[in-house]
């Protein structure tokens, strides 16, 4: 019969579990320590932890042993962030208690492309929310201004381009 191997939880990370036999790990420790720590709640609550103005150009990226990697939009977000790392983790254990014997120090990472496809998401979904459906109210009135504006242009496929370009633009 094996017995159970007294195991150190504290400094243990997910990587680590992987590594160790199923036998040595207690059912009831081996819950607590997930229970400890969920990363999208880090991720979630990112921004009451540096602000709303940090958290648009940082992101929690991972975690590995014994630090918190974070991505930042430019290498002077990093470097800033770095002298203020002590902190971002007094905010960070102010949230999530049982991280403080698990993070022990903050890597900031430059990572400007991951920013760049953020804003350009944003973009996108902010156009297509501006797109007014041909049955709005709105869309309505702005044909009908349209209409009066250029009612005057001999050309109907031209008056019809004017017409959705004064409605695209308002």
Do not use: C
């Not at 191997?5 to 036999?21: C, H, R, S, V």
């Not at 977000?77 to 790392?85: A, D, G, R, T, V």
């Not at 702005?142 to 209409?147: D, G, P, T, Y």
């Amino acid at each position: 019969m094996k017995m159970f191997k007294k195991i150190d939880f504290k400094g243990l990370n997910y990587a680590d579990l992987e590594k160790l036999d199923p036998h040595d790990l207690k059912r009831d420790e081996m819950t607590s320590f997930y229970q400890t720590f969920d990363f999208l709640d880090l991720i979630k609550k990112w921004p009451q932890i540096v602000g709303p103005k940090l958290s648009d150009v940082t992101s929690p990226l991972r975690m590995k042993q014994d630090s918190l990697f974070v991505m930042t939009k430019h290498s002077v977000y990093s470097q800033e962030l770095s002298f203020l790392s002590e902190e971002v983790k007094v905010e960070i254990f102010k949230h999530f208690p049982r991280l403080k014997n698990i993070i022990k120090k903050i890597v900031f990472q430059t990572q400007e492309k991951f920013f760049e496809k953020q804003e350009q998401e944003s973009a996108r979904i902010e156009k297509e929310v501006q797109k007014l459906h041909p049955q709005s109210p709105r869309f309505k009135l702005l044909k009908i201004q349209a209409e009066r504006l250029f009612q005057d242009v001999p050309d109907n496929e031209f008056r019809e381009r004017l017409i959705s370009i004064y409605i695209q633009s308002n």
